[in-house]
């Protein structure tokens, strides 16, 4: 029995999912001394202000101009309040995503253990999800092999794999949160600035251009890119998921400890509860300033100069963006943003991946749940193995639009699944004593139907109007 609990405690003393009293630590008061606290968000920010922003929304501009402007904010504030409720679940129970989407009814036997019907989709999106990080790595290798054309981007691609996986498998949370806050927080002030200046150019957005964006217009010959865009911005059904390890792994869930009938419990869990939600808002504030300047370069310079990112020239296309507002110099700044914005998505991606993956090891039953070391180790092996993988599609497919857009329409059809999930939760295994309240309810329920609505609305018109990437 003694022996028992010594390997017990190995296996916990520094896991960051374990729930121990020690852990236990009272929230902050105040503002400032709350931002101290804050980091989950930007490393989601990392992970999905890139490909969704720099080839997905530009893409999207480039085929309908300024009319889908109200689908990007609706791609940037629709899904934030599904981010917020599970990270209040994860916050309060210490349980992540796949762990608690497993418990959600409808099981299927497998190896030692019940999978859920969830679970089983999950793995069955990794293929496309694969794919799309192939996209990834390929507009970085594009960007590399453009700068330094002595390497093709399939090659660069490789080494990017290779770089990726090496700072993954060394680093640690508080690594890759300050790495891509600096990456993020650069290339996003420097698109801004781009923006700002698109009206000193020929190519100067009017009030009529917005107007025209934000009246409802959903043209059928751009369902694909529309679709794609939608799951490769904001914070997507991946990145929800994700933001749950990422929430634990800084210490919510530790800091709040195991739940118990006390007021001090309920107390602490409300406090790390605000913190998550004033991280939550702060994504939601970076990823609109990140997403909507690429929305309006993509419609106001490429839709205008009718040019479409595509194949191997998907780079040097963007790069028109910025050489259209600042001049032929900016072609160095946007290649040498790019690459780090991009580089940024496959960091923090496989970074939140791999946890998932480690996690749904666990829930499956191939690994003990319960021992941090097994997680770590199945955690390495995706770190090699993904970005393997994702870099020989590149190699052979060599289109990051057309990998990241199917990669996006099925996390698209992810996203009223997560929504869904989380409203279980809400409901069924959310402590109610710090459940949320009734105007939060109503607004998770109407993104949810809002989701529900236009997935509807997107099949509708694929099957009565012809449409085309």
């Not at 022996?3 to 520094?14: F, K, L, M, V, Y």
């Not at 001394?33 to 969704?52: A, E, Y």
């Amino acid at each position: 029995m003694a022996e028992n609990e010594d390997i017990n405690a190995e296996r916990h003393s520094e896991d960051p999912y374990a729930l121990r009293s020690e852990y236990i630590q009272e929230p902050p008061v105040g503002f400032w001394n709350t931002v101290k606290f804050l980091g989950p968000g930007l490393i989601l920010v990392g992970s999905v202000v890139g490909s969704g922003e720099i080839i997905l929304t530009t893409t999207l501009g480039a085929t309908v101009g300024f009319i889908m402007l109200w689908w990007m904010l609706l791609s940037c504030w629709g899904k934030s309040i599904v981010q917020a409720e599970l990270g209040r679940y994860a916050v309060s129970s210490g349980q992540t995503a796949l762990s608690a989407f497993n418990d959600i009814p409808g099981k299927f036997p497998f190896f030692r253990s019940k999978m859920s019907w969830f679970i089983l989709l999950w793995f069955l999106q990794q293929i496309p999800g694969l794919m799309g990080g192939g996209g990834i790595y390929g507009g970085a290798g594009q960007a590399m092999s453009m700068m330094m054309p002595f390497l093709d981007s399939r090659y660069w691609t490789i080494v990017v794999a290779i770089v990726t996986a090496t700072l993954i498998l060394s680093g640690t949370y508080r690594f890759l949160e300050k790495l891509l806050t600096f990456m993020v927080v650069t290339f996003t002030f420097i698109t801004l600035a781009c923006a700002v200046l698109l009206q000193f150019t020929e190519y100067a957005i009017t009030w009529a251009d917005v107007g025209a964006g934000l009246r409802f217009d959903f043209p059928a010959f751009a369902i694909a890119a529309a679709l794609a865009a939608y799951g490769g911005t904001g914070v997507n059904a991946g990145e929800s998921m994700a933001y749950t390890y990422w929430c634990t792994e800084k210490g919510y869930a530790r800091f709040t400890g195991p739940t118990d009938d006390s007021e001090g419990w309920v107390n602490r869990a409300r406090g790390w509860i605000r913190v998550m939600q004033t991280d939550v808002v702060l994504t939601l504030i970076v990823l609109t300033f990140a997403t909507i300047p690429f929305y309006m370069l993509g419609a106001g310079v490429l839709n205008r100069m009718g040019q479409m990112p595509d194949g191997l020239d998907t780079l040097s296309i963007l790069s028109n963006m910025y050489t259209q507002t600042l001049g032929q110099w900016a072609w160095w700044l946007f290649m040498f943003g790019g690459f780090f914005v991009l580089f940024s998505t496959v960091v923090s991606g496989l970074g939140g991946g791999s946890r998932m993956m480690a996690d749904v090891m666990g829930v499956i039953g191939v690994i003990d749940p319960n021992d941090y070391k097994a997680r770590v180790r199945v955690r390495r092996i995706w770190a090699v193995a993904a970005p393997a993988i994702q870099s020989v599609c590149y190699f052979f497919i060599k289109n990051p639009v057309w990998m990241l857009t199917i990669s996006g329409t099925i996390g698209a059809m992810m996203m009223p699944l997560v929504a869904g999930n989380t409203i279980y939760l809400r409901y069924f295994r959310v402590d109610r004593r710090i459940a949320p309240g009734r105007k939060s309810d109503a607004v998770l329920w109407l993104c949810f139907l809002a989701m529900i609505g236009l997935a509807i609305y997107a099949i509708y018109l694929q099957f009565t109007k012809p449409a085309s990437l």
